[in-house]
């Protein structure tokens, strides 16, 4: 079993749709929660940043975590053409100081 | 703003070539990471190093190398290339301390071995 488990979609909605982007994760040491986009050949960046548990919004982005349940979601609404790209979660915690577990990423595709 | 750069977006190599892939961020950070990126796959660390000359082994080491003799910049070995080693190389770079799980990656490169 995978440490971080992300569903690869691909995932299709229309404009204006809300997105929701999941994780579930095994290691209970996870601490940082982490939203990387990333755009067809570029390197990920950094869109959303969470220390333990709760909500964190950003715009149109909202990131949940729930640590009780291992879960963490990304909330995109009124989504939009350019949100299409492929989401990463990732995570830290523990002795792991530093280093990112990531998960295998969600393709989205956000259609006018 | 952070910026990270390697030194070729694609590649292209043969068999048994040795290959070097640079990379240079130029925000002092301390922190820096290779990874490579395959479909269905996900990211997975190769070797990161959090200072300069030392390094340390990640989840996929074998078949590579690193060296690190400057702050900003860390460079990835292929000692002898293979066909497995066609991939997406990311390398990324994080600051010390509170921040450090926040990693800035580069732009990528495209590896393809024959």
């Known amino acids: 079993q995978k440490e971080v488990e992300q569903d690869p979609g691909p995932l299709s909605v229309p404009e204006g749709a809300i997105v929701s982007l999941n994780c579930t994760y095994s290691?209970?040491?996870?601490?940082?929660f982490m939203w990387y986009r990333q755009y067809s050949r570029k390197g990920p960046e950094l869109l959303m940043y969470?220390?333990?548990?709760g909500n964190k919004e950003d715009g149109r982005f909202t990131a949940q975590v729930d640590k009780s349940s291992k879960y963490i979601s990304l909330f995109i609404r009124d989504s939009q053409p350019s949100d299409s790209a492929t989401y990463l979660c990732?995570?830290?915690?523990?002795?792991?100081?530093?280093?990112?577990?990531f998960g295998q990423g969600t393709i989205l595709t956000v259609h006018p | 703003d952070v910026k990270v750069t390697q030194s070729s977006r694609y590649l292209v190599k043969r068999t048994g070539e040795k290959v070097f892939l640079e990379c240079v961020q130029d925000?002092?950070?301390?922190?820096m990471f290779w990874y490579r990126q395959d479909p269905g796959l996900g990211l997975r660390l190769i070797y990161f190093?959090?200072?300069?000359?030392?390094?340390e082994k990640g989840d996929i080491p074998e078949g590579y190398s690193v060296s690190r003799e400057k702050k900003e910049r860390f460079s990835l070995i292929l000692e002898s290339a293979s066909t497995n080693q066609t991939s997406m190389y990311l390398c990324?770079?994080?600051?010390?301390?509170?921040?450090?799980?926040?990693?800035?990656f580069g732009p990528g490169t495209r590896l393809l071995v024959l």
């Open positions: 990324a770079s994080s600051p010390s301390g509170g921040a450090a799980e926040t990693q800035y």
């Open positions: 290691n209970s040491a996870f601490q940082y």
């Open positions: 969470t220390y333990s548990s």
């Open positions: 990732a995570m830290s915690g523990g002795t792991s100081y530093g280093k990112l577990t």
């Open positions: 925000m002092d950070h301390e922190n």
């Open positions: 190093s959090y200072d300069v000359k030392m390094k």
